[in-house]
């Protein structure tokens, strides 16, 4: 049995918090890598902004159609045993990820804190339409509006009920479990100091990260990790 298997089965509400690293697996590129999506872009952070999208916002829609859409990757091992894991134990999930892959492996409970991008709607109308017709062209066809992902850019704040939901669930859990992320991006990275006094943190990553001193580190690939992990329903 598996440290983390064992911190699993003794906890009554487990939270996972997840990064962009949960996804490389399934061929999504994180974002501060040598090889991510910051590194191939001298001003990232201007692309995927707000100003971005108000005063250029055919550079903005050429740099996220192009760039952060991947349509056909999959659920990899940690998404589909973290959804196991929501089958067996209470779960819930917080993650910084807007690629939908958590509902997608089929997670009871995913509470996605900076959007998603295949949630698409028209800035004028407000009306959705399908990521689909977002990646023919940024124009809504019926009212001439400008479409936009629905996800939190840069120079836009996470909504209050948003965040208030994340600090509930902080609050009654007992396990933390940290995956793919580094915490460094706020307000993501802040909701730790929201956890009970009494909750255990553990953080899987191949690189240790800065963690409250009751956290575990377990210093190995991620997904192995969660390959070993068995659930019985």
């Known amino acids: 049995m598996t440290d983390l298997q064992r911190m699993l089965d003794d ?9 962009a690293g949960v996804s490389t697996p399934s061929g999504i590129p994180d974002y501060r890598s040598k090889s991510g999506l910051y590194s191939q872009n001298s001003n990232p952070e201007y692309l995927l902004s707000k100003a971005c999208l108000k005063r ?7 740099f996220v159609t192009k760039q952060m859409y991947y349509p056909s990757a999959k659920p990899n091992a940690i998404h589909k045993k973290i959804a196991a894991a ?51 062209n940024m124009i809504h066809q019926k009212c001439g509006g400008i479409l936009r992902p629905d996800i939190v850019l840069y120079g836009e704040s996470i909504s209050s009920k948003l965040l208030q939901r994340a600090i509930d669930i902080l609050e009654k859990a007992d396990l933390i479990v940290i995956c793919g992320t580094s915490l460094r991006v706020y307000p993501f990275a802040g909701l730790i100091q929201y956890r009970s006094s009494k909750a255990k943190i553990v953080a899987i990553n191949r ?27």
């Open 11 to 19: 906890a009554h509400n487990i939270v996972f918090l997840t990064g």
């Open 56 to 62: 250029e916002p055919s550079v903005f829609y050429n």
């Open 207 to 233: 690189e240790r990260i800065v963690l409250p001193n009751n956290g575990e580190m377990i210093l190995e690939d991620a997904e192995q990790v969660f390959v070993n992990l068995k659930f019985s329903e």
């Open 86 to 136: 929501s089958h067996v134990y209470h779960v819930k999930v917080i993650t910084q990820n807007v690629d939908g892959l958590h509902l997608s492996a089929g997670t009871d409970d995913v509470l996605e804190f900076h959007g998603n991008l295949y949630h698409v709607y028209c800035q004028k109308c407000a009306k959705r339409v399908s990521y689909r017709s977002y990646l023919d």
